[in-house]
């Protein structure tokens, strides 16, 4: 079983929608869980972190975390074609909170 | 600006050399980290660093060696024990080694090719 776990998509969706990515993680004792946008040919960069079960919202961006159920997700609200891209979910678990990636689910906004 | 400098960023190998992969953070993080992706696999942690003179194997350490003789700097070599290398490098960083809140941050990322 992987350890994060997210469908590779591609999931499309059209302009002005709401995108819904979806990850799951298999360590109970995980603390910490973030969501990265990476473009084509480019490195990750930070959309959100969470720690705390519930919502977390930054201007488009809702994060959710539901830690019962293992489950983390990202919504993106009035979705445009610059978030197109590969979103990737990670989860910190242990005492060190080794951070693991997901494969990553690539969105595509269609105009 | 503060943030994370990877060089260069393509660099092609023929069969048999070593390369080495520069990354250089003015962050002043303490921890450090190489991560390789492959489409369709995600990142995968090469080796780690949490302090000056220590580092620590990732998931898929072999073929690779690193140092960490100073904080701001954690190069990495591809040896060529390293059979399929052709990848994109991600060399990153965070505030702190380990616990909550412990935020990877990205370099630009370098792409090695094998001729």
């Known amino acids: 079983q992987k350890e994060v776990e997210q469908n590779s998509g591609p999931l499309s969706v059209p302009e002005g929608a709401i995108a819904s990515l979806n990850c799951t993680y298999s360590?109970?004792?995980?603390?910490?869980f973030f969501w990265y946008r990476q473009y084509s040919g480019k490195s990750p960069e930070l959309i959100m972190s969470?720690?705390?079960?519930g919502d977390k919202e930054d201007g488009r961006f809702t994060a959710q975390l539901n830690k019962a159920s293992q489950y983390v997700s990202l919504l993106i609200r009035d979705s445009q074609p610059s978030d197109s891209a590969t979103y990737l979910c990670?989860?910190?678990?242990?005492?060190?909170?080794?951070?693991?990636f997901g494969i990553g689910t690539k969105l595509q906004v269609i105009p | 600006d503060g943030g994370i400098t990877q060089s260069p960023k393509y660099l092609f190998r023929k069969e048999g050399q070593n390369v080495t992969l520069s990354c250089e953070q003015n962050?002043?993080?303490?921890?450090m980290y190489w991560y390789r992706q492959d489409p369709g696999q995600g990142l995968r942690l090469i080796y780690y660093?949490?302090?000056?003179?220590?580092?620590q194997k990732g998931d898929i350490a072999e073929g690779y060696s690193v140092s960490r003789e100073k904080k701001e700097s954690f190069p990495l070599t591809v040896t060529s024990a390293q059979k399929n290398p052709t990848a994109f490098y991600l060399c990153?960083?965070?505030?702190?080694?380990?616990?909550?809140?412990?935020?990877?941050?990205f370099g630009e990322g370098s792409w090695l090719t094998v001729v």
């Open positions: 990153a960083s965070s505030t702190q080694a380990g616990g909550t809140g412990n935020t990877i941050y």
């Open positions: 360590d109970r004792g995980s603390q910490s």
């Open positions: 969470i720690y705390s079960n």
């Open positions: 990670a989860v910190g678990s242990g005492g060190y909170q080794k951070v693991t």
């Open positions: 962050l002043n993080h303490d921890a």
């Open positions: 660093s949490q302090i000056v003179n220590d580092f």
